[in-house]
């Protein structure tokens, strides 16, 4: 059974760079997309992006600017990274498997990490 | 972007009783849609792809229906475990969106 964990720090500094990882266990990366979703406290889920295991792309067009995606293979891990954040950036973010090309719900989800952006 | 919207916001509901929550798209996503269950603390949960398709292990008083812009997600009698957050997205269009949730709590 495929698991999801994502991992970083918890509390990023306005301006700066967020970066997650997500590591997948209990299976391979290798020909699925993968994807970012995040979720602001008390609020609904915003689609950030996905990655398919080869590291084509394609993001959300209000974050496209400042999204960066990228796979490890060999790790089995994908990660996210969100430049200059501001409070805005703040939520929970969850990293998921498309379920496949064309078929673009996600299951499964990781347990998400809240990541807070403040100074 | 297509917009997904929820309603109600927050529904009320007995236990054992029939609920019936809707979502409405901005434009036509075909049966592209998908149900989410989301409990406090956790991720979401796939119920229901396709508009109607139950996800492995999801039981079946859960069922999914309509097309085009129009759907719903119908618990046929409520459990205690079924009082949770439901999300709808769709995955006709990119980007990929979600409704903003209805909460269906215990009456």
């Known amino acids: 059974q495929v698991q999801l964990q994502e991992s970083g720090p918890g509390l990023v500094k306005p301006s700066e760079t967020l970066s997650l990882t997500c590591t997948v266990s209990?299976?391979?990366?290798?020909?699925?997309?993968w994807s970012w979703i995040r979720q602001p406290p008390g609020k609904g889920l915003e689609w950030i992006g996905y990655?398919?295991?080869?590291?084509?792309?394609n993001y959300s067009p209000s974050l496209k600017s400042r999204v960066t995606m990228s796979v490890d293979t060999s790790k089995n891990q994908f990660s996210l990274k969100v430049s200059s954040v501001t409070a805005a950036d703040t939520a929970i973010y969850y990293c998921?498997?498309?379920?496949?090309?064309?078929?673009?719900?996600?299951?499964?989800w990781g347990l998400g990490t809240l990541v807070t952006v403040s100074s | 972007e297509i917009v997904m919207t929820q309603s109600p916001a927050t529904l009320s509901v007995s236990p054992g009783e029939r609920a019936t929550l809707s979502c409405r798209a901005s434009?036509?996503?075909?049966?592209?849609l998908v149900w989410y269950q989301q409990k406090p603390g956790q991720a979401p949960r796939l119920l229901i792809y396709?508009?109607?398709t139950r996800a492995t292990g999801v039981p079946a008083r859960f069922s999914g229906s309509g097309s085009g812009t129009d759907f719903a997600l119908t618990i046929s009698s409520l459990q205690s475990e079924d009082f949770a957050l439901y999300y709808c997205?769709?995955?006709?269009?990119?980007?990929?969106?979600f409704g903003q949730g209805t909460k269906l709590e215990i009456k």
């Open positions: 997205q769709q995955y006709n269009n990119w980007p990929y969106t």
């Open positions: 209990g299976g391979s990366i290798s020909n699925y997309y």
């Open positions: 396709g508009a109607s």
């Open positions: 990655i398919y295991y080869s590291g084509s792309t």
């Open positions: 434009q036509s996503v075909s049966s592209h």
């Open positions: 998921a498997r498309v379920a496949s090309d064309g078929n673009n719900w996600f299951d499964p």
